[in-house]
């Protein structure tokens, strides 16, 4: 299996494929329910739509981390609260463990799919499709394609270690046996 992290730009003239998978990390910013929705449409295999900047936490001060941390794996709770602090005319949204749940999930969801390919899509193709991507990688006991760019969003990486954990589990794309 391959993990390899992409341009928004360079995905987007992909065609999609029944043995790829995609996990799609969009700026909070973009219309990223639709964007999810035409993904699973469009022929992948599998599909995981995210959105999220690539900002720790610490970066909305004491409150902005303390919420994160208690209320970060239930995201409509996380989103009210945060919703209510901040406001919700700005377009912020840090990496939190409901994410990291959901991706680890994804890649948990892959065995037997006949997968074997993984495409993590973001803006730059590089701080958190690069994070994601390498952890997708650990995870499935896949190679990671990189792109030269070794940035690493260590709150991302440091979030899906202790949300998800940090040991591979070794999925293997689906075998067929002749009779």
Do not use: Y
Not at 15 to 28: H, K, Y
Not at 38 to 61: E, I, K, N, P, V
Not at 116 to 141: H, I, P, Q
């Amino acid at each position: 299996m391959l993990v390899s992290a992409f341009r928004t730009g360079e995905f987007d003239g992909m065609a999609p494929r029944q043995d790829a998978a995609v996990l799609r990390i969009c700026d909070p910013t973009d219309e990223w329910r639709a964007e999810g929705r035409g993904l699973a449409q469009a022929g992948w295999g599998a599909t995981l739509t995210l959105a999220f900047w690539d900002m720790d936490s610490s970066a909305l001060g004491v409150k902005g981390h303390l919420i994160t941390r208690l209320w970060g794996r239930n995201r409509a709770v996380f989103e009210a609260l945060a919703g209510r602090l901040f406001g919700t005319d700005i377009p912020w949204r840090p990496f939190i463990a409901a994410d990291a749940v959901d991706i680890a999930a994804f890649a948990d969801s892959l065995a037997g799919k006949g997968i074997g390919e993984v495409l993590v899509v973001c803006r730059n193709g590089r701080g958190r499709s690069g994070t994601v991507g390498r952890w997708l990688a650990r995870r499935l006991g896949a190679r990671f394609a990189t792109s030269g760019d070794e940035r690493e969003a260590d709150h991302i990486r440091e979030t899906l270690d202790r949300v998800a954990g940090s040991a591979p589990l070794r999925i293997e794309p689906t075998l067929t046996r002749a009779a």
